[in-house]
């Protein structure tokens, strides 16, 4: 569940922000590499935290940005972006999904 939500938020992310990035590539391969990302780096996350039972913040938000760091990377190698690019676009759908499930916890006690 958790994985397809990160999915749906974040692919509504990239769509929304293909337009500053769309030289060099489509809107599909845009959302391929989204797609591919999210299926590498959420369940590994998700993973660690319930395996170690991590509850902090703290420790999640720094996961999250090791996840940001590994997106980016996957996104140099294998798109078009550059390393400007594929930063803020990992931060922007990362962000988004973080405060998505936020949201989602806060009002459904999920």
Known sequence: MALFLTIIIEEGTAAIAYPVFQKGGSRLEMALYVLVCNMITNPAL?????????????????LEAVVVWVEQQLFLHFSYLTGRQAF???L???AASFLGGGILIWYFGM
């Open 92 to 94: 922007m759908v990362n």
């Open 88 to 90: 803020f676009l990992s």
């Open 46 to 62: 998700n993973l660690l935290v319930n395996l170690l039972y991590i509850r902090s913040m703290g420790i999640v938000l720094c």
